[in-house]
């Protein structure tokens, strides 16, 4: 039997705990804070992330990996490994997964496929958990593929920025809109659509905007068929537990995990963010 290696970027944000019980390699995206650049989830946690944006009081800057650091990566998994299966955030969004092709490219003695999962946090983190399973279960790289491509078109999250300073400065809101966004307290839902992030809607307050997502969630999870879910936050974990124990006792069908906005993405959404994601599982063509 042929053996299958599942890499993904930090941006799913699988803790190293959870990766090591799945077989799941990470290569991290970097934050830079004006000359210091850390890698996330290796050289800087979320925690420290958030504090250096306290203390520092500045926006910091994100990037991709280099190509340098894929190569050497799949030629490292190749030693032990005929295909390596690799899940990147949104192309929308990063250079990311071209970077990743581009290596794949360039490399020889072993099989590399790269997934677009046009998402991003643990939404993407799904992908390469059930891809994990699969080559437990035996599964074909065309096999895994072709159920990654459907939990895509099946995958649903949504998010809700606190502070829409980071979005108008990213380029989500033009100036006029932060002003008027700011003194009427909308807060938009926003999703990925064609691999970026948009505006779904704009809503009057956090607490209306997160009871807008739970409507959304409520469309899929009332027909009873199980769900992984996630909830999402940048540095609000006690809001985030909060949400869980809800989603958990409404709905017994679905597994509901916690996980957060780290430093790559926590950057372009800020603190005080809040998402959740969901995709339907068993899935059948």
């Known amino acids: 039997?042929?053996?299958?290696?599942?890499?993904?970027?930090?941006?799913s944000y699988l803790t190293k705990d959870i990766r090591d019980q799945h077989n799941i390699e990470m290569i991290p995206l970097n934050v830079v804070f004006g000359q210091e650049e850390y890698k996330?989830?290796?050289e800087i946690t979320t925690e420290q992330f958030y504090e250096e944006m306290k203390e520092k009081e500045m926006l910091p800057k994100t990037s991709q990996p280099s190509v340098g650091l894929f190569?050497?990566?799949y030629q490292r998994l190749a030693e032990t490994h005929d295909h390596i299966i690799v899940i990147t955030l949104s192309s929308g969004i990063s250079g990311t997964y071209q970077t990743a092709v581009s290596a794949a490219n360039m490399t020889e003695n072993v099989d590399v496929r790269v997934f677009d999962s046009e998402i991003s946090c643990m939404p993407q983190g799904f992908f390469a958990l059930t891809a994990s399973k699969?080559?437990?279960e035996g599964k074909e790289v065309s096999d895994i593929l072709d159920y990654?491509?459907?939990?895509?078109?099946?995958?649903?999250?949504y998010f809700m920025a606190d502070d829409l300073s980071h979005l108008h400065r990213g380029g989500r809101l033009n100036g006029a809109q932060l002003v008027v966004g700011s003194l009427l307290q909308i807060k938009p839902v926003l999703h990925f659509q064609d691999k970026v992030i948009?505006?779904?809607?704009?809503?009057?307050?956090?607490?209306?905007a997160l009871t807008r997502i739970k409507d959304l969630l409520d469309e899929d999870a009332s027909s009873g068929d199980p769900l992984d879910i996630t909830v999402i936050h940048a540095n609000r974990p006690e809001k985030a537990e909060e949400i869980a124990a809800e989603l958990r006792e409404k709905y017994p069908n679905a597994t509901v995990y916690i996980s957060y906005f780290?430093?790559?993405?926590?950057t372009h959404l800020g603190e005080g963010s809040l998402g959740v994601g969901w995709v339907k599982t068993n899935l059948t063509a």
């Open 1 to 11: 039997m042929s053996k299958i290696a599942i890499l993904t970027d930090s941006t």
């Open 40 to 42: 996330e989830e290796v």
């Open 71 to 73: 190569e050497e990566t």
């Open 134 to 136: 699969m080559v437990a």
């Open 148 to 157: 990654l491509h459907m939990m895509r078109d099946n995958m649903r999250a």
């Open 198 to 208: 948009v505006p779904f809607e704009k809503v009057r307050t956090a607490k209306k």
């Open 262 to 266: 780290g430093p790559v993405i926590g």
